[in-house]
């Protein structure tokens, strides 16, 4: 994935960089991504390839036949991720499931990971964790571990209670508004896919002690072939102090003795304690 520079997203992110409320400590960023190889993503693509596409992955979808909910012969590693409906003239419910003893593919928010098209967007989701968490590698995470956002209201909603329900409407005006134009411009949202990211406690780029809250979401335009990230976390007050932090002046001038030693990672308490003693 190829980092795109935009200014409309800058002017956001300098506004949501790094804001204090006093209570916390919030973090939020927006990066562009175009689905522009590079040699890194190369090799995840060819490893989520060989993964999902092995013979004990592989099942025809042509194979799928209709049956009802809570049949026994539903394979277990299907039904988690079968989907039902409700059939007209009242013939009850059914789940679309393989037929008992076919091997399945393994199932995800996109399709059936044995189709190219359902393992090409896996591949840009984690492609693009990899770009934004680059000291991390996201290769193996479980497709379910992502979520398809099926209305942009819904994560607007959400990050109106995350992000702007924490006194952040004072600091940042119209920084809401301003902030969902600018993603509008540059990835188009009526064209897009929208994904999230739910990690668990080791998939975690935000685990870090102090952590209160955190949110990933993929705005994907095929279209366009580009990707808008967008991530904010917050961390409580008494928090280590954060690798943003170090490049702000909220905490006055630190071009001559560092707040914190950044092999030790020592605290804010740690921090006042020291300097404290004689």
């Known amino acids: 994935m190829k980092y795109l520079e935009y200014s409309v997203l800058e002017e956001v992110n300098s506004a949501l960089s790094c804001v ?6 919030v973090f939020a960023r927006l990066d562009a991504y175009s689905c522009k190889n590079t040699n890194d993503d190369k090799k995840l693509k060819h490893h989520i390839d060989e993964k999902y596409t092995s013979d004990a992955f592989h099942a025809d979808a042509d194979m799928l036949v209709l049956m009802p909910i809570g049949s026994p012969t539903l ?18 419910n059914f789940t679309l499931g393989p037929p008992a003893g076919l ?18 967007t896996l591949f840009y989701l984690l492609a693009t964790l990899n770009s934004a968490f680059p000291d991390y590698d996201f290769s193996d995470v479980k497709p379910e571990l992502f979520m398809k956002v099926p209305m942009l209201k819904i994560v607007q909603e ?3 209670s995350t992000l702007f329900g924490m006194g952040l409407e004072g600091l940042t005006h119209n920084i809401s508004d301003r902030l969902w134009e600018a993603i509008d411009e540059v ?21 870090e002690e102090g952590n209160l809250w955190s949110f990933y979401y993929f705005f994907f335009n095929k279209k366009l072939k580009r990707v808008v990230f967008f991530t904010a ?7 280590p102090i954060q690798p943003e932090e170090m490049t702000t002046d ?12 950044s092999e030790m990672g020592l605290s804010y308490e740690q921090y006042t304690m020291e300097s404290m003693e004689v």
């Not at 189709?115 to 090409?120: A, E, G, L, P």
């Not at 909220?250 to 030693?261: L, N």
């Open 103 to 120: 091997g399945v593919s393994p199932s995800s928010p996109y399709g059936p990971l044995a189709q190219v098209t359902s393992r090409k």
């Open 250 to 261: 909220i905490y006055g001038d630190t071009s001559d003795q560092p707040m914190f030693d």
């Open 187 to 207: 990835i188009q949202l009526v064209d897009c896919d929208i994904y999230s990211f739910n990690p668990d406690p080791e998939m975690e780029p935000d685990s």
């Open 20 to 25: 204090d409320t006093c209570e916390t400590r």
């Open 233 to 239: 976390r917050a961390v409580s007050y008494m928090a």
């Open 158 to 160: 959400s990050v109106k």
């Open 75 to 92: 394979p277990g590693s299907f039904a988690s991720a079968s989907s039902s409906f409700q059939m007209g003239g009242g013939m009850g």
